[in-house]
C-alpha cells in the first residue's frame, strides 16, 4: 500500500478533516482539564513548605512547557512551509503563533503570582524567567511581522525565517541568560522545585499539561480552519461547502 | 569574488561618505544615549560605575539598530538592490559586503569613541582594554544579526519600529557577554571566558547570518 503523505497537505482536504478532529480534541481537552483541576484541587496534598500556593504550578509548568513546545512546532511548520512550499504549513504556523504566546504569557503570570508569596516578588531576574520573557517577544516579534506584510505568501516565507532564527537563537538565550544570572547574583531564589514530589502531585501536572495540549491542538486547528476560509475566499470548493460562513 | 566583495564594500562605503551626517547621527546617538544615564540616576561615581558596561552596551545596541534602516532600505527604493539580487555572485557574498560596510560606518565609530565615555564613567584602564576588545568582537555580530532584521524589514511598512522588536530580543546574548566581560574586569576578574564566547558568537553569526539575510532578502523582493 502506498500511503500519500501529501493526502492533507491541500486546504481542501485538511478543511474538513480539521472540522472533523477539532470536536475530539475539544472534548479530550475538557474531560482533561476536569480531571486535572481535580486531582491539583482535592487529590494532590498540600506543600509543607509552600502552602496551598503552590497549586499554581499546575498551570504553570504545562503553559511554560507549551510555550517552548509550541515554538519548536511552530518554527517545524514553518520550515515545511519554506522548503515544501506548502500554504497548509505555513498557515499551520501562523495558526500556533497566537496559542504559544498565549502559553507564554499565561506562564510568566502565574509564576508572578506564584512568586509574590513564595519569593516575596513579583518578578526576579531569575534565568527561566528572562528566557520565557524573551521567548514572549520573540513570539511578538513573528506575530508584528506577519502581521505587517499584507501579502500572505510573502509574510508567511518571512516570518517562517524569523521562526527558523528565533529557534537557532532560544538555545543560545537560554545559556546566556543562566550563565548571566549565575554570575550576577548567587542562588538568592532557587526555581528548582522539591526533589521528592508526591506522585499525585506529578500526575495532576502531568494531566494538565495533556489538557493543554489537547486545547493547543483544538485552538490551532480552529484557527486553521479560519485562515483557510479567509485566504481561499475565491477558491470554488469553499462556495461549494454549502455551510453559513 | 574578492572582487565582488570590495566592490560591494566601497560602493556602501562611497555612499555613506557623500551623506556623512547620517553616520555623525548614530555616533552622537550613542554618546548622548550614554549621558542621558547619569541625568536620570544621578552623578553618584560608584553607581555609574557599576552601571556603565550596560548603559555603554545598551546605548550600542540602539545605535547600531538605528542604522539599521539605511542597510537595505536606500538600495531597495532606488532599485539597486534588485539588480545586486540579481547579480551573478552569491547573494550571501554581497550581503557580507555590505554588512562589512555598516559595521566599518556605523560600529567601529562607536568602537572608538567608547573609552572615551567610558571615562566619564570612570571605569578602571584594564576595563576599558576589554570595553574596546569586547565592542570590538561584539558590533560587528550586532550587524549581522541586524542584517537579517532589515532584510525582513524592507518594503514593509511601520518597518523601523518594527525592526526592533525582531531584533532587540536577537541581541541579547552580545549584551550578556558584552556587558559580562566589562564588567568581570572592572572587579578584577579574567574576562576572557566571555571574550571568548563573544568571539564564537561572532564565527556562528559570520557563517549562518549572510545565508538566513539573503534568504530573507529574496523573499523580501519577490
Known amino acids: 500500500m502506498k500511503l500519500n503523505w501529501f493526502k492533507y497537505a491541500s486546504p481542501v482536504t485538511f478543511y474538513p478533516l480539521a472540522g472533523k478532529l477539532i470536536p475530539w480534541f475539544a472534548l479530550a481537552a475538557a474531560i482533561l482539564t476536569v480531571a486535572g483541576l481535580y486531582l491539583s484541587f482535592f487529590v494532590a496534598p498540600t506543600d509543607f513548605q509552600q502552602g496551598e500556593s503552590y497549586r499554581i504550578i499546575f498551570i504553570h509548568v504545562p503553559a511554560a512547557w507549551m510555550s517552548m513546545f509550541i515554538y519548536i512546532v511552530m518554527a517545524g511548520w514553518a520550515a515545511a512551509g519554506l522548503i515544501f512550499n506548502t500554504r497548509l504549513s505555513s498557515m499551520m504556523a501562523s495558526a500556533l503563533a497566537p496559542t504559544g504566546a498565549l502559553f507564554t504569557f499565561i506562564a510568566l503570570w502565574t509564576g508572578a503570582l506564584w512568586g509574590k508569596p513564595t519569593w516575596g516578588a513579583w518578578w526576579v531576574w531569575d534565568a527561566r524567567l528572562t528566557s520565557e520573557l524573551i521567548l514572549l517577544f520573540l513570539y511578538m516579534g513573528f506575530l508584528a511581522l506577519h502581521a505587517a506584510i499584507d501579502d500572505p505568501r510573502r509574510a508567511d516565507r518571512a516570518s517562517a525565517v524569523l521562526a527558523l532564527v528565533g529557534v537557532v537563537n532560544v538555545p543560545i538565550i537560554y545559556f546566556s541568560v543562566k550563565w548571566w544570572n549565575t554570575l550576577h547574583q548567587g542562588a538568592s531564589v532557587s526555581m528548582t522545585m522539591a526533589p521528592k514530589m508526591a506522585a499525585t502531585m506529578l500526575l495532576g501536572m502531568l494531566v494538565m499539561a495533556l489538557a493543554c495540549w489537547m486545547y493547543s491542538i483544538a485552538a490551532a486547528l480552529a484557527r486553521v480552519r479560519c485562515i483557510i476560509l479567509e485566504r481561499e475566499q475565491q477558491a470554488e470548493w469553499i462556495a461549494n461547502l454549502g455551510e453559513p460562513i | ?222
Open chain 2, 1 to 222: 569574488m574578492m572582487q565582488t566583495l570590495r566592490y560591494v564594500v566601497f560602493r556602501d562605503l562611497l555612499l555613506a561618505m557623500r551623506r556623512r551626517a547620517d553616520v555623525a547621527t548614530t555616533l552622537f546617538f550613542f554618546v548622548i544615549v550614554a549621558s542621558l544615564f547619569p541625568l536620570g540616576v544621578g552623578p553618584d561615581p560608584k553607581l555609574l560605575r557599576v552601571m556603565a558596561p550596560g548603559i555603554l552596551w545598551v546605548g550600542a545596541l540602539l545605535a547600531s539598530m538605528l542604522s539599521l534602516g539605511r542597510l537595505f532600505a536606500e538600495d531597495y527604493a532606488d532599485g539597486s538592490l534588485e539588480q545586486l539580487v540579481l547579480a551573478p555572485e552569491p547573494l550571501a557574498l554581497v550581503v557580507i559586503g555590505k554588512v562589512v560596510a555598516h559595521w566599518l560606518v556605523s560600529g567601529l565609530p562607536l568602537v572608538l569613541i567608547s573609552p572615551v565615555i567610558a571615562l566619564q564613567f570612570d571605569l578602571p584602564r584594564e576595563a576599558i582594554v576589554t570595553l574596546l576588545l569586547a565592542l570590538l568582537l561584539g558590533t560587528p555580530l550586532l550587524s549581522l544579526i541586524g542584517a537579517i532584521g532589515a532584510a525582513l524589514t524592507v518594503g514593509v511598512r511601520g518597518g523601523g519600529v518594527l525592526i526592533s522588536l525582531l531584533v532587540l530580543p536577537l541581541y541579547v546574548p552580545v549584551l550578556i557577554f558584552g556587558a559580562g566581560a566589562v564588567d568581570a574586569s572592572a572587579m578584577g576578574m579574567d574576562a576572557s571566558g566571555h571574550l571568548s564566547i563573544l568571539g564564537a558568537l561572532l564565527l556562528l553569526g559570520m557563517v549562518l547570518a549572510p545565508w538566513a539575510t539573503a534568504a530573507a532578502l529574496r523573499i523580501s523582493l519577490e
